[in-house]
């Protein structure tokens, strides 16, 4: 007997369905965000900041980047609580998410602080600018314009990666599917509709990224 594919479900379920994908660009939009402030904020710590600084930021960084991202949710939602630290699902996905990112985007954007010639931190210093100045103004931008298709690609990665939120119940894309095929009994059709979902998202965002990043570093025009 072949099987019957069955899609009359969505009429249903599209509700469920957007709220999933609001959740989810919520958590990208966040994460991104303050993760890559994170990132950023880590990198200068290790590359221009007190040697005081940089070894508990690299240890926070090799930390993050050497263990599972869902080990990571586990222990913000299910670990904290040991220590007194009560959090809800969503905020705990939130933190999770801004943690993760942002280590992975310390060793992106740091990258592109090391190539930097040495010249613009001396012009810097000519101009009597403090280490912080000399970053901010003449060292942040090259920098980031650099690595930006290789942060832009974390970002969609760790959209991609917020999938694991719907394992504490945050009701996510993911969450709405495993709702959904626990009703409807149609796993195949929910998660191919659920797969498409997170490729248009995907693809969106790269982009957004894309398009960003032309608006923050317009290209020189040559003379």
């Given amino acids: 007997m072949s099987y019957q ?14 709220s999933g994908i609001g959740v989810t660009l919520r958590l ?14 880590c990198a200068w710590a290790r590359s221009l900041g007190p040697k005081g600084l940089r070894w508990p930021v690299s240890a926070y960084v090799e930390m993050i980047r050497n263990t599972p991202f869902l080990i990571q ?26 943690l993760n990112l942002g280590a992975y ?11 930097t010639p040495r010249g613009q931190f001396e012009a810097g210093a000519s101009l009597a600018m403090s280490r912080i100045q000399t970053f901010r103004h003449v060292v942040l931008a090259p920098s980031l314009q650099r690595i930006w298709p290789a942060l832009s690609s974390q970002v969609v990665i760790v959209m ?5 939120v719907s394992q504490i119940a945050a009701q996510d894309l993911t969450f709405v599917a495993n709702f959904i095929q626990s009703r409807n009994f149609r796993a195949f059709e929910t998660y191919l509709v659920s ?9 969106l965002l790269r982009q957004a990224m894309r398009l960003l990043g032309g608006a923050i570093f317009p290209r020189r025009r040559a003379a």
């Fill in 5 to 18: 594919f069955d899609f009359g479900w969505l009429a249903d379920y599209w509700p469920q369905i957007l």
């Fill in 28 to 41: 990208t939009l966040v994460g991104g965000v303050l993760g890559v402030g994170l990132g950023v904020a």
């Fill in 73 to 98: 949710l586990f222990f913000i939602f299910f670990g904290l609580p040991g220590l007194g630290v009560q959090l809800d699902a969503m905020t705990a996905a939130y933190l999770a998410m801004i």
């Fill in 105 to 115: 985007a310390c060793e992106i954007v740091r990258a592109g602080i090391e190539a």
């Fill in 160 to 164: 991609l990666g917020s999938a694991v």
């Fill in 195 to 203: 797969t498409l979902v997170y490729l248009v998202l995907a693809v």
